[in-house]
């Protein structure tokens, strides 16, 4: 089976994903913004991030990536 | 402080009980609609199902002492482990068995690989690990659901009789009503949840003067809070804890049954997109009431769970009630779960296979009821000695789980996976991580300079990480150099298009 570029595509965005959900770029920092630690804004934004990519990849990698993709999809829903 | 939020609690659990034995009515009778509901949930119901088996107690009260004690970045380390990896593991793995499952009628991890690799004793290896672990898990519920009604009644109910409650519901609940009735009630149990904590949130913000003002004081009273890492977070420690956990959720026996649960592809998509913000929308609250309990006025005796105390404390007492109510049941929920999956892997993978291949159905289903009357008792009783915090007892089970999902997710992939190598890379992380969770640590000598032995994190690292790693190259490695068993069929993972 070969990978096509598109395959490859959605595991960077799935390990950029991983990667990013701890904000090592914001590490010791303790400013609080509206209420709450800044880290935590980022986490909320990310969580939201990471839900639209998902369902993205529902949409259009799901079963390519798993090698059992037949005829050419219509959408995501039967 | 009276019983009578303890009447609150005992009516909730009844009503989950009620809610329970309806399903079980609904459904068939046998082993396939008892154990996954004949492969029939929509994707509300697997959703909450799997959520709610999430939902506890390791979450639910471990996860606010945690932030409490140490601060709110354990969000993060449940954000990265839960939101995002334990997604993408739910496609990887879950999506996979699902395919695999489907096409061969599979209900338990330890029959689809024992059917692929002809052998009954990599069948029985699996179920048999997976039931080691499970049991400190189980524990963990009874030691939260012990110590929440202790906390609830101000102390009129001992721990040791929250913890037999809670073991008494989950014996009858799990007799009676087999997954239908679990996933019900797991659906109403999640929503019901989702909701009063964040009625507890607003209540309590509104009550300290604000979400600005309350963690003004997290900060007053420990400065280091609002700043990411310090102190218990360091960078290994949240990705050692992150990537165990995540694992090793794929690989609890009522996590891994659901992969064989979804009623389609479509079901499994909606999930896997709707789990970040399920994460977000519980854990945020969940833990920051934790975290900004630290700086309010409040006493939490050594033991205590800080989100019973904060409650009682903050709303009025038939609140406080029903939240740790929803608590318990959520917990109750979990553990049925997992006495429900353990059941059937101590059935179909251990007692039928190797003890006795002729039972009959009834007496496979009257063996199932004891043992987990059996299971559930001695679980209680071993929570009796308290061995830990819930977060360092859920953290082993976790690990111990972790162990089995590189050599799985080898077989799931990798065609030329042997049974020897399976047996190798299953067994061998396992021995090892057992001798460094029983054996104490200890230091030697060696050329000049100390070594540790044994101890359960080398450099701030969790030793698990090793042993995953290496369970991963034993099984690549065996099955390089051993040929296939007779019997082997590597078609039987072949996954196809429908």
């Known amino acids: 089976m070969t990978r096509s570029i598109r395959d490859w595509l959605w595991i960077v965005v799935f390990a950029t ?48 990536l798993m090698g059992v993709e037949t005829a050419p999809a219509r959408g995501g829903d039967p | 402080m009276s019983l009578q939020p303890l009447g609150i609690v005992v009516g909730y659990l009844l009503l989950a009980l009620g809610v329970g034995l309806l399903a079980y009515r609904v459904g068939g009778s046998d082993a396939e609609d008892f154990y996954l509901a004949s492969r029939t949930l929509g994707t509300l119901v697997l959703l909450f199902t799997t959520f709610a088996t999430l939902l506890s107690a390791f ?171 310090g102190g218990l977070y360091t960078p290994q420690f949240i990705i050692s804890s992150a990537v165990t956990i995540a694992f090793g959720v794929t690989m609890f026996p009522q996590i891994n049954q659901r992969f064989f649960v979804a009623k ?86 251990l007692y039928r296979p190797l003890v006795a291949p002729d039972a009959s159905d009834r007496r496979e289903a009257w063996i199932a009821r004891i043992g987990v009357a059996a299971f559930a008792t001695l679980a209680f009783l071993a929570s009796l000695s308290r061995p830990g915090t819930l977060i360092e007892v859920g953290d082993t089970a976790f690990s111990g789980f972790a162990l089995l999902a590189p050599p799985v997710m080898v077989a799931l992939y990798w065609e030329a996976t042997t049974r020897d190598g399976m047996i190798v890379g299953v067994g061998v992380p396992q021995v090892l991580y057992l001798l460094h969770v029983l054996v104490p640590a200890t230091t030697v000598e060696v050329a000049g300079t100390t070594v540790d032995l044994l101890a359960r994190s080398y450099g701030g690292w969790d030793v698990a990480l090793a042993f995953m790693v290496l369970g991963a190259l034993l099984t690549v490695g065996i099955s390089a150099v051993s040929s296939q068993s007779v019997g082997e069929d590597a078609t039987r993972f072949a996954v196809h298009g429908d």
Do not use: C
Request: hydrophobic share 60%.
């Open chain 2, 264 to 349: 389609s592809a479509t079901v499994l998509k909606r999930s896997f997109a709707l789990w970040p913000v399920l994460v977000l929308l519980l854990f945020v609250p969940a833990f920051m009431l934790g975290a900004w309990a630290a700086g309010l006025p409040i006493e939490v005796p050594e033991g205590a769970n800080v989100l019973s105390v904060l409650l009682a404390e903050y709303t009025p007492t038939w609140f406080a009630a029903v939240v740790v109510a929803g608590a318990m049941a959520a917990m109750m929920s979990s553990s049925d779960s997992m006495l429900l999956s353990g059941s059937s892997y101590f059935t179909r993978d």
């Open chain 2, 59 to 229: 979450t639910f009260f471990g996860g606010p002492n945690l932030a409490y004690a140490a601060g709110p970045e354990w969000i993060l380390v449940m954000g990265v482990m839960d939101g995002v990896l334990f997604a993408i593991l739910w496609y990887v793995i879950g999506y996979r068995q699902w395919l695999i499952g489907r096409a061969r009628n599979y209900v338990t991890l330890g029959e689809m690989l024992g059917d692929r690799f002809a052998s009954p004793g990599l069948r029985g290896l699996v179920a048999g690990v997976s039931l080691l672990w499970l049991f400190p898990y189980v524990m963990l519920q009874q030691m939260g659901a012990g110590e929440a009604l202790r906390g609830l009644t101000g102390g009129a109910v001992p721990y040791w009789g929250g913890a037999a409650l809670i073991t008494l519901f989950m014996i009858v609940y799990v007799m009676l009503a087999g997954l239908r009735g679990v996933a019900w009630t797991d659906t109403l149990q999640g929503l019901f949840m989702l909701s009063v904590l964040w009625v507890a949130v607003v209540w309590v913000v509104s009550a300290v003067g604000g979400v600005g003002a309350a963690t003004e004081g997290m900060v007053a009273a420990n400065p280091e809070f609002a700043a990411l890492g």
């Open chain 1, 17 to 64: 994903l991983v990667t990013f959900s701890v904000p090592w770029f914001l590490w010791g920092s303790s400013t609080v913004v509206a209420g709450l630690p800044v880290w935590l804004w980022w986490h909320v934004g990310w969580m939201g991030v990471a839900s639209v990519a998902f369902a993205l990849f529902a949409r259009t990698g799901w079963d390519r």
